[in-house]
Every structure is written in structure tokens, then in C-alpha cells.
């Protein structure tokens, strides 16, 4: 499937030609144009992008505009494939080597390359460490380095990779070849590491903002039974989503239900087989409308661009998890949703996860502190995305007006006297417990810890029983996040008074506090399934034309045996729907049409498009 050495890689070509008459994109996003400059001048870096801000044109555009061919690494066979295919797609000569491919496959790909024949190559760390591929790499013209996922090479990353850590060698062995790390992972410890370890320290460093204006979160109150999924799902039928569960029986149970309901619905956890597993992946890569049920066992390697939506049916273990498994939704860029249930119930399970699990003292309150900012994120009144925002060091100005704290205003409680109370509990007994004992206080509680300490004889002691115990909860975290609290480390998880100008005008109740709390335990159960705004992704699904072009691509993908985003994106199906161009050089004017493909796929679009009408307006 190798096209010829066409002419694409033109040394020192313009970039933006490259990108425009290649991929068929008419402009650069972010700081994708400054980092493809840099890289194309020689200059080596670092990139922070969140998923699906598009770091691959970092790299490969400058791979068509420079001599030499550019060596792409990456830990995850399955992404690989999936380049390699897209890119054979656009025309361009690119090639895997891994240990997935049978002695022929890789025979031809080393015939390629000694021929100097290919733009890009994709290659795992183990192959291009081991065996004669450096050696390979030394007598040939290279235009980059690129390390896909380079927070591999970092401990404090989530994943990993002892053979990431030899990558040093390349700085050493070819100096001036250009190497661009990029990575969706953007704390500043692991960013450290990285440079560090790829000797990136004099590099520059590219920040994309974390923000994914295209994925609206909407978070919900839990209720008992997955009635609110279903009803969530049902807006959603024929997309494809992913729907994450914190237990292996859990996803078993939730996949059985949709399944019952009529969705096209596959678990996927750790204790499956790998094969199953394989399959699973499978489906869900080559279908439309396959919802998976997963624990997080199921991401690295998600690189399915169409993901219409994300839900959780239990809380996630910090921000950094939700916002990465959120993320994996809408990496097209089209309207995708992050829906998330809930509850107060599932709190106390994962602070005794955090506490059972074995890890040091110092560990376990890194833990809890971020199990504390999720959940004061899944209570926080306003806009969401401001808070997430926020916690990854980003301020957004205005309201995001995509999210239900924004779409969906909620009621505010008065909640100054309940704040009086809650700060005279912390005073009266002492400022060293955590909220547990706190509240047990405030509800008038018959603990054995209270009757030894005979907090039951404090004034405080059951003035609290107009609010539920979740409530009380919430209400502490609140008084946290505003100040008027504080747990400083030596305090052992003990809540103490924070700075006397917050706490003050608090405690004399002279200062305003309208607080949402969640709804009291009782009334949770009862209110049942609940109707809610807003809750479709707004891709427009019913176009005949639309659908016509879909079940198109679909054909297509299944005689070459690609998934179908490889084909075409959502994105440019919508724009040809919306356009209906009625020539060629109209086709050519649509996002995601560059020159290979309109020659390879052009007359059978206008066909599909004057079947229905198209045309004919235009
Ligand atoms: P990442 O690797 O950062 O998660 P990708 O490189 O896979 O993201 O890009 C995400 C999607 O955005 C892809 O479908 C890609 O084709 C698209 N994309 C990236 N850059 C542009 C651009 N400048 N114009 C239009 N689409 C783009
Ligand atoms: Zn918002």
C-alpha cells in the first residue's frame, strides 16, 4: 500500500501549502503553525497539547517540508496502524516497524527504507533501540525525531516505559536532527522529566490551552438504578461512547442492561481475556454506535476520533483521571458530551479505597486531596469549566455557556447560618478534627468518639439537623474552597480557621453565602428520573444527504479494511452536507480534501452528492 515517493515531500516546502494542498486544512490551529516553523528551522522542543488538539501535523508537516526522513515514536501499536493508514490515505509514504508485523510485512518496510523511499516512519522504542535500526539511521538524510506520548519516559507519569528512558541515546547520536516530544500529560514535574531526559532543557516549550471548548460536561445528581444513563444514552442512540464504571461487576452489569435496552453495548475490563478484549477494541474502532462499558482499563490507545460522548456512572479518582478520560471524546472537534452521575454515596467507598490501599501516610493524603478537588469540581456551583480550568492553572474569563452550570442555572440555598454553625463546630471543638467528626457533632451524633471527648456537652452539639449529613459535607468543602477553612498538612486532615478576614464576617454572619448543596439523601430517591435540557450532541444526524455519505464512507472502509474515520472525518462529511459542492475544485475547498484524496474519492462523492440533489443550489 506504499505510494511511490510521490512528490510530496518537497525539502523547504511551504508549510502552509503543505498543509493546505496534503491534508486539505485551510489554516493551522493554536500554536500548531509556530512549532511546525520551529521545527522545520531545526529547532527541537516540547509540546503540551490536550488530546485532540491536533499534535500530529506538528510533526508531520514538517516531515513533508524537510529533507530526509522523519522517524516518528510511539509506544501503541494500534495508533500507529491507525497514522500509518491516514496517512497512506493523503499520499504520503509512511510505514510502521513493531512487533506486531509478520517477517514479510517488515521485510518490505526495510526495502522501503533502504530505497529511501519513505516520509515518514512510525517505530516503537524496542525496535528502534534494539537490532541495526539505528545504526540504519546513521548514513541516512533524517528530517525529525518526533516521541509521541514522551510522558513515558517519566516516573511520575502514569505510564511509564523503562525503554522511553534509553531515548537519551538520540541526543547524543544525532545531534542535529531535530526531536519534538509531545504529550497530552502536562504536569510540571513530568514536563521537567521530560526535557531532562531527552535533553529538551534548551528546546522550546510549546502550551496549547488545556481547554476543550467543543466537549459539554454535564453533570448530574445520582440516582439509584442506571434510569438516568438510559435516558441519557437514548439521546445518543447510534453514536458511538464510552461509559466508565468503577468495578468489573459493575461494567458487566451496566453493558447487560443496555444491551436489554437495545444498544449495541460491549464490556471491557482487565479480567477479560485478551483476545475478547482485542475484539472489543476492534468493534468499537471500526463501528459507528458502539456504546463500550470499561473500567479505566480501557484508554491508552483510544484514538478513535468520532467519540460522541463520555460517561461516568461513578465518580472517577481525581480531576487529572476525569479530565483525561473525558478528553477522549470529540478529538474531531465536533459537539461531544461528558456526562457524568454523582452521588454522595460513592464518597465514603472511595476514601476507604484511598485508605485500604496501602500506600504511605504521605501518599494516601495526596490522594485524598485529589479526591477532594473532584468532588468539590461535581459540587461546585457555576461553570464547570471555569473550575476545571482552573485547577490545571488555566483561568478562563468568562463562563463557558457549555456546561450545565451554565445551560442549567441551580438553586442557591442562604447559607449563612448554616455556615455560623459549621465554623463554630470547628472552633468548639478545638480546630484539629476532620469533617467526619464535625459533622457528627453538628447532627448530634452518638459516636463513641464524642462521648469520650464529650463533645455531646458542647453548645454546638446537634444545632445542625436542618441539613443531611451529605450536605453538611458539601457545605465544609465549600468553606474550604472559599478560604474560611483551611487543612494544612501538619494538621493531619483537621480543619482549622483560615485567614481571620474570611473567617470573621463568616462567622458574625455579616457576609452573603448562597451555596448550592446537593439535594438531602431522602429526596434523591424519591425524585426519580428527572428531565433534563440539552443533552444532544448537536450533530444533525436525520440530513438524508449526511446519512447517504456516511453509509458511503462505511462501504469504502470496509473494501480497504480501515476504520472509517480514515476515510473521511465526521467533520468533513458535515461541511460536504452543509456545502454540497458540485465540482472538483469545489470538493477541494472542503476541510479534510487534500489533493490525494479528492483524485482517490472525488468522483464518487459528486456522484453521492447529485444523487441527492446537490448541486443544484450551489
Ligand atoms: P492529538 O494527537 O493531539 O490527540 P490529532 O493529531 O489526532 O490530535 O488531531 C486531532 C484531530 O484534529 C484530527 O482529526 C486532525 O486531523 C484534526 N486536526 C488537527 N489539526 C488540524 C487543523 N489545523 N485543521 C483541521 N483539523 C485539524
Ligand atoms: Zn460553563
Not at 112 to 135: C, F, I, M, T
Not at 280 to 302: H, N, Y
Request: glycine share 10%; hydrophobic share 40%.
Amino acid at each position: 500500500m506504499l505510494s511511490s515517493p510521490a512528490a510530496l515531500s518537497s525539502a523547504n516546502g511551504d508549510p502552509l501549502e503543505v498543509l493546505q494542498r496534503v491534508f486539505g486544512y485551510p489554516s493551522f490551529r493554536g500554536p500548531q503553525e509556530a512549532i511546525v516553523r520551529h521545527v522545520i528551522a531545526g529547532g527541537s522542543g516540547l509540546v503540551l497539547m490536550p488530546t485532540g488538539g491536533g499534535k500530529s501535523l506538528c510533526y508531520q508537516v514538517p516531515a513533508l517540508c524537510r529533507p530526509g526522513l522523519a522517524v516518528v515514536i510511539s509506544p501503541l501499536i494500534a495508533l500507529m496502524q491507525d497514522q500509518v493508514e491516514a496517512l497512506q490515505q493523503l499520499g504520503i509514504a509512511a510505514a510502521a516497524l513493531h512487533s506486531g508485523l509478520d517477517p514479510d510485512e517488515s521485510q518490505k518496510v526495510w526495502r522501503h527504507l533502504n530505497a529511501g523511499q519513505l516520509d515518514l516512519l512510525y517505530v516503537s522504542p524496542e525496535r528502534l533501540l534494539n537490532g541495526d535500526l539505528l545504526e540504519r539511521l546513521s548514513s541516512s538524510p533524517l528530517a525529525l525525531f518526533a516521541i509521541d506520548e514522551a510522558h513515558c519516559v517519566s516516573q511520575w507519569g502514569h505510564d511509564f516505559r523503562p525503554e522511553y528512558r534509553q531515548l537519551d541515546v538520540l541526543a547524543r547520536r544525532f545531534a542535529q536532527v531535530p526531536r519534538l516530544a509531545l504529550t497530552a500529560t502536562a504536569d510540571p514535574r513530568t514536563q521537567a522529566d521530560i526535557r531532562e531526559r531527552l535533553q529538551l532543557l534548551e528546546g522550546e516549550v510549546f502550551v496549547a490551552s488545556f481547554d476543550r471548548p467543543n466537549i459539554r460536561y454535564l453533570l448530574r445528581h445520582k440516582q439509584s438504578g442506571n434510569g438516568q444513563l438510559l435516558q441519557f444514552l437514548e439521546e445518543h442512540r447510534a453514536e458511538s461512547g464510552i461509559v466508565y464504571a468503577r468495578s468489573r461487576s459493575r461494567v458487566e452489569r451496566v453493558a447487560a442492561e443496555l444491551q436489554a435496552a437495545g444498544f449495541d453495548a460491549i464490556g471491557y475490563h482487565a479480567g477479560m481475556e485478551a483476545e475478547a478484549r482485542r475484539q472489543a477494541l476492534q468493534r468499537f474502532r471500526l463501528g459507528s454506535g458502539v456504546v463500550v462499558v470499561a473500567t479505566i482499563a480501557f484508554g491508552m490507545g483510544i484514538d478513535k476520533p468520532d467519540v460522541r460522548f463520555v460517561a461516568h456512572v461513578d465518580l472517577p479518582k481525581s480531576l487529572e483521571a476525569y479530565y483525561q478520560e473525558t478528553g477522549r471524546a470529540g478529538r474531531d472537534g465536533l459537539p461531544a458530551v461528558a456526562w457524568m452521575a454523582h452521588g454522595a454515596a460513592d464518597i465514603p467507598q472511595l476514601r476507604r479505597f484511598i485508605d485500604d490501599s496501602g500506600a504511605s501516610e504521605e501518599q494516601k493524603r495526596i490522594e485524598h486531596g485529589k479526591l477532594e478537588a473532584l468532588i468539590a469540581f461535581s459540587e461546585a456551583s457555576g461553570c464547570r469549566r471555569q473550575v476545571l480550568m482552573h485547577h490545571f492553572g488555566e483561568a478562563l474569563a468568562e463562563p463557558c455557556n457549555n456546561c450545565d452550570g451554565c445551560l442549567e442555572p441551580q438553586q442557591r440555598s442562604d447559607c449563612r447560618v448554616a455556615a455560623q454553625k459549621a465554623l463554630s463546630a470547628v472552633y468548639r471543638t478545638g480546630q484539629r478534627f476532620g469533617a467526619a467528626h464535625v459533622v457528627d457533632v453538628l447532627l448530634g451524633g452518638n459516636t463513641e468518639k464524642i462521648r469520650s471527648l464529650g463533645h455531646d456537652q458542647l453548645g454546638v452539639y446537634g444545632i445542625g439537623k436542618e441539613l443531611d449529613r451529605s450536605q453538611w459535607r458539601a457545605l465544609l468543602r465549600q468553606l474550604v474552597s472559599l478560604g474560611a477553612l483551611v487543612s494544612p498538612a501538619e494538621a493531619k486532615g483537621g480543619l482549622c480557621f483560615g485567614a481571620p478576614e474570611l473567617v470573621q464576617p463568616l462567622l458574625r454572619g455579616e457576609q452573603q453565602l448562597a451555596l448550592v448543596l446537593p439535594p438531602p439523601a431522602k429526596e434523591q430517591r424519591r425524585r426519580g428520573v428527572a428531565a433534563s435540557a440539552g443533552e444532544s450532541a448537536v450533530v444533525n444526524d436525520e440530513d438524508p444527504l449526511l446519512r447517504a455519505l456516511k453509509a458511503w464512507r462505511r462501504e469504502q472502509a470496509r473494501l480497504q479494511g480501515v476504520p472509517p474515520y480514515v476515510v473521511f472525518h465526521d467533520r468533513t462529511l458535515v461541511e460536504l452536507a452543509g456545502v454540497r459542492p458540485h465540482s472538483l475544485a469545489a470538493l477541494a475547498g472542503v476541510s479534510g480534501i487534500g489533493s490525494a484524496k479528492l483524485e482517490r474519492y472525488g468522483e464518487a462523492l459528486l456522484e453521492v452528492l447529485a444523487a441527492h440533489g446537490a448541486g443544484i443550489h450551489a
